[in-house]
């Protein structure tokens, strides 16, 4: 469609392409999920197996519902879909959006957008690999005598979820840095002298997301910290560049 007619859109036709493509993201979310269902007993078996590793020899986790042992594995099948299919309900709303930007925020967005869903998926990873060993090992190790770990599925698994998206979130860091210097809120130069805040941020926002361990807690405080680095570095480039592109106008 040409420039002139997405021009003559009218907003109940932006309603309908609208409603189209948060159509086209719900069937891609089902289309995963009808293909993961039949794995949903593996998926959580695999998501529960830092815990099982750690538990101690003859114990294993337990269903408190009746019902757990088949709602459990179907919730973590569906926020697993939307997982998968992320980069895809991303394009669905960069289709929208897109037409009405300019090319210079086209030239930024499009690969925030992408350095966005990489950086949530490395959250996870971070925590699924790393966090969750170390802090399964420090929960079963301080257990009481006498006292048998017999973790609830329902519970783990809203436990590793708000562990999921806790850890995907402060991996957007840089993404926040680079939005914030674009839009003016603040500069590369202003954040660099706020350093030394930011740090006990970052160790304070990791006692708080982590279990009450020093090596936990550095282990969430240390990424953070390199994004930061990361992100303050890459918005000093988008600011000299739009800085350049000013100079030149």
């Not at 309603?15 to 993961?36: K, N, S, W």
């Not at 925030?112 to 090992?137: E, H, K, N, Q, R």
């Amino acid at each position: 469609m040409s420039s002139a007619a997405k021009q003559n859109y009218t907003l109940f036709d932006h309603l309908l392409e609208l409603r189209t493509r948060l159509l086209h993201a719900v069937l891609g979310v089902l289309v995963v999920f009808c293909a993961l269902i039949y794995f949903a007993q593996d998926i959580y078996q695999y998501v529960a197996q830092p815990l099982l590793a750690v538990m101690p020899e003859g114990t294993q986790m337990i269903a408190t519902d009746v019902a757990s042992p088949f709602f459990t594995p179907f919730k973590l099948t569906i926020v697993l879909s939307i997982f998968i299919t992320m980069p895809y309900i991303l394009y669905q709303m960069w289709s929208f959006i897109a037409p009405g930007l300019y090319k210079n925020e086209k030239r930024l967005i499009a690969p925030l957008m992408v350095g966005s869903t990489l950086l949530f998926y490395g959250g996870i990873a971070f925590a699924y690999y790393i966090v969750f060993p170390v802090a399964f090992t420090f929960f079963s190790s301080v257990a009481p005598d006498g006292v048998t770990i017999a973790t609830d599925i329902s519970s783990y698994l809203d436990f590793v979820l708000k562990l999921f998206f806790a850890f995907g979130a402060a991996f957007e860091i840089p993404i926040a840095i680079i939005l914030l210097c674009w839009t003016g809120v603040t500069t590369p130069d202003s954040l660099r002298t706020k350093r030394p805040y930011i740090v006990v941020g970052a160790f304070i926002i990791g006692m708080l997301l982590t279990p009450p361990d020093i090596i936990s807690q550095t282990m969430l405080a240390v990424p953070m910290l390199l994004l930061f680095e990361l992100g303050i570095i890459i918005a000093s480039l988008y600011y000299k560049e739009e800085e350049d592109t000013t100079d030149e106008k």
